[in-house]
């Protein structure tokens, strides 16, 4: 892998954390992602399954993750399986994990740690000790799943081979967990997030009248994966002038034109923690009257709703208030009528017109990460903060984001070294 090696005791403190949320006598399986093809003989390129990681640190294709904190045999309260490797493999595919590397990174020890084809045999010792077993599905309110997973066909098997067995969703308990960042995982956000800031740099020095948004893509790969990243945490937008309006604006394929704003939604991946930063230039480092006035509004919006994200807060309620200021802001504008906005409908308000997304979501593994709605904010939750105002009219789309760690004593802007006032992106674009 290009990152850096991870402390074990990460993914050692995660199956602790997890154990105390199982049932007495509970088994719990995960299974890596599988390879996707393409056509032909082709494949897209391996992302693990952010579960089997968190538990794991294995970023490996086909591996099995079994837990069984109670089985009283102690040789079977975790099993770690793994494709074992080959002369062939190793010549076409390169080196695959040994039981000795795997226990270095997951912290599971050897006698523990299995090769595929003994998956069967294993199980069998375990699993008629179970009172329950945990799997896995991807359980996400925005996910539109039409690819049966590894998880998915294990768990049609399983049914299958164990008709009596009582089974349980393993994705509320991961979704609980993964909401709160351990302080070694802000770490690696926060390693995503600085070479996402480098980035950001070498882009207001090569934005000019003229390039086009693939070149800026191009630039953006460089700076990304000469610093270990694998890459961008999600499909970039680089939309200039109207583009910016449309909200997931992937083409990236218009010439920046004097005159328009560029936005910017580009965030690095690293260790599979993800970074998620959108900011707003003008293509020839100076604002009109026009954009810096929207600009700073959106920029007052999130500073504002910054300071909600605390502890106790409600996701519905944080966004409602973040609402209100928007209506104000679009208000003074002059792009909502204050009397109208008197009169509208609660469920369906005006300014939804300019800012029809939300303001934060969970950030982490995923990108929208898992976590749920209805629990309060609480420390080590990391969110996004990413208002912005589309003037599809004026062909004008503006959106600002950074990534807020909520603590104890309030929240921490992760991304406070990024430029985002618009002096600062004007001083710099215009230094180079």
């Given at each position: 892998?290009?990152?850096?090696?991870?402390?074990n005791?990460?993914?050692?403190?995660?199956?602790?954390?997890?154990?105390?949320?199982?049932?007495?006598?509970?088994?719990?399986?995960?299974?890596?992602?599988?390879?996707?093809?393409?056509n032909?003989?082709?494949?897209?390129?391996?992302?693990?399954?952010n579960?089997?990681?968190?538990?794991?640190?294995?970023?490996?294709?086909?591996?099995m993750?079994?837990?069984?904190p109670?089985?009283?045999?102690?040789k079977?309260?975790?099993?770690?399986?793994?494709?074992?490797t080959?002369?062939?493999?190793?010549?076409?595919e390169?080196h695959?994990?040994?039981?000795?590397?795997?226990?270095?990174v997951?912290?599971?020890?050897q006698?523990?740690i299995?090769?595929?084809?003994?998956?069967?045999?294993i199980?069998?010792?375990?699993v008629?000790?179970?009172?329950?077993?945990?799997?896995?599905?991807?359980e996400?309110?925005r996910?539109?799943?039409?690819?049966?997973?590894?998880?998915?066909?294990?768990i049609?098997?399983?049914?299958?081979?164990?008709?009596l067995?009582?089974?349980?969703?393993l994705?509320p308990?991961?979704?609980?967990l993964?909401?709160?960042?351990?302080?070694?995982?802000?770490?690696?956000i926060?390693?995503?997030?600085a070479?996402?800031?480098?980035?950001?740099?070498?882009?207001?020095?090569?934005?000019?009248?003229?390039?086009?948004?693939?070149?800026?893509?191009?630039?953006?790969?460089?700076e990304?994966i000469r610093?270990?990243?694998?890459?961008?945490?999600?499909?970039?937008?680089?939309?200039?002038g109207?583009?910016?309006?449309?909200?997931?604006y992937?083409?990236?394929?218009?010439?920046?034109?004097?005159g328009?704003?560029?936005?910017?939604?580009?965030?690095?991946?690293?260790?599979n923690?993800?970074?998620d930063?959108?900011?707003?230039?003008?293509?020839?480092?100076?604002f009109?009257?026009?954009?810096?006035?929207?600009y700073?509004?959106?920029l007052?919006?999130?500073?504002?709703?910054?300071?909600?994200l605390v502890p106790?807060?409600?996701?519905?309620?944080?966004?409602?208030e973040?609402?209100?200021?928007?209506?104000?802001e679009l208000?003074?504008?002059g792009?909502?009528?204050?009397?109208?906005?008197?009169?509208?409908?609660?469920?369906?308000?005006?300014?939804?017109?300019?800012?029809?997304?939300?303001?934060?979501?969970?950030?982490?593994?995923?990108v929208?990460?898992?976590?749920?709605?209805y629990?309060?904010?609480?420390?080590?939750?990391?969110?996004?903060?990413?208002p912005g105002?589309?003037?599809?009219?004026?062909?004008?789309?503006?959106?600002?984001?950074?990534?807020?760690?909520?603590?104890?004593?309030g929240?921490?802007?992760?991304?406070?070294?990024?430029p985002?006032?618009a002096?600062?992106?004007?001083?710099?674009?215009?230094?180079?």
């Open positions: 892998m290009r990152y850096l090696p991870i402390d005791q990460l993914f050692v403190q995660n199956r602790r954390r997890l154990a105390q949320q199982l049932k007495p006598t509970s088994m719990v399986v995960l299974h890596a992602n599988d390879i996707m093809p393409t032909a003989d082709g494949t897209m390129g391996f992302r693990q399954n579960d089997l990681f968190y538990l794991s640190g294995i970023d490996q294709e086909e591996t993750l079994v837990l069984f109670d089985h009283p045999d102690e079977f309260r975790e099993a770690l399986f793994l494709r074992e080959s002369e062939l493999i190793e010549i076409w390169g695959k994990l040994t039981k000795a590397e795997a226990e270095q997951s912290g599971i020890s006698k523990q299995y090769w595929t084809h003994e998956f069967d045999f199980f069998t010792q375990m008629f000790e179970a009172g329950q077993v945990y799997l896995n599905t991807n996400h309110t996910a539109t799943v039409e690819v049966e997973t590894r998880d998915a066909r294990f049609r098997q399983f049914k299958e081979r164990y008709p067995h009582r089974l349980e969703r994705a308990l991961m979704h609980y993964r909401a709160t960042k351990l302080p070694q995982e802000v770490e690696l926060g390693t995503a997030i070479i996402t800031d480098k980035m950001f740099r070498r882009l207001l020095s090569f934005i000019k009248p003229g390039v086009w948004e693939y070149e800026i893509e191009a630039e953006m790969y460089h990304f610093n270990r990243s694998k890459g961008p945490a999600y499909t970039p937008i680089i939309a200039s109207a583009s910016a309006c449309v909200l997931h992937i083409e990236n394929s218009k010439q920046c034109k004097d328009d704003m560029l936005l910017l939604d580009i965030g690095a991946e690293y260790a923690y993800n970074a930063m959108t900011r707003s230039v003008p293509v020839n480092g100076r009109t009257e026009r954009q810096r006035a929207v700073d509004a959106v007052r919006v999130m500073k504002a709703a910054r300071q909600m106790g807060n409600l996701w519905d309620e944080y966004h409602k973040v609402g209100k200021i928007m209506e104000s208000i003074g504008l792009l909502l009528d204050k009397d109208e906005v008197a009169k509208q409908d609660p469920d369906a308000p005006l300014y939804k017109k300019y800012f029809m997304h939300g303001t934060s979501h969970f950030l982490g593994l995923d929208h990460d898992v976590g749920n709605k629990r309060k904010f609480e420390p080590g939750m990391v969110f996004t903060c990413e105002i589309y003037i599809r009219e004026e062909g004008l789309g503006i959106r600002l984001e950074n990534n807020i760690l909520i603590t104890e004593s929240n921490i802007d992760l991304m406070e070294q990024i985002v006032e002096e600062e992106i004007e001083e710099l674009m215009n230094s180079r």
